[in-house]
Nanobody
Framework: QVQLVESGGGSVQAGGSLRLSCAYS????????MAWFRQAPGKDREGVAA????????TYADSVKGRITISRDNAKNTLYLQMNSLKPEDSAWYYC???????????????????WGQGTQVTVS
């Protein structure tokens, strides 16, 4: 059974940075496509960034391009989200997601992912 555990959330001032981590266990991590999603109160869950199994391709939401970087360490079974120049509108619960495919046609679609973490909260003031 695949398990995902996020960490690294917290409260920061606008313009600050946070690095989220997602620890993966349960299967061969390197074969999985991974992504970060976020959900603010009263809003739908939205894809923030995704990365294919080989790290050769990444996808970002337009709202975070240039400020946020997704990466993975297949040796450590860990996914990261480096967030810089944070804005109040980045405040949300952030979720790690995984699916047992090396590549996706819609990498930031909620429906594409089979496994989800419990989330970590980010608050930007």
């Amino acid at each position: 059974q695949v398990q995902l555990v996020e960490s690294g959330g917290g409260s920061v001032q606008a313009g600050g940075s946070l690095r989220l981590s997602c620890a993966y266990s349960g299967d061969t991590y390197s074969r999985y496509c991974m992504a970060w999603f976020r959900q603010a109160p009263g809003k739908d869950r939205e894809g923030v960034a995704a990365i294919v199994s080989s790290s050769s391709s990444t996808t970002y939401a337009d709202s975070v391009k240039g400020r946020i970087t997704i990466s993975r360490d297949n040796a450590k079974n860990t996914l990261y989200l480096q967030m810089n120049s944070l804005k109040p509108e980045d405040s949300a619960w952030y979720y790690c997601a995984a699916v047992g495919l090396s590549r996706l046609s819609s990498p930031t679609s909620v429906r594409a992912y089979a496994y989800w973490g419990q989330g970590t909260q980010v608050t930007v003031s």
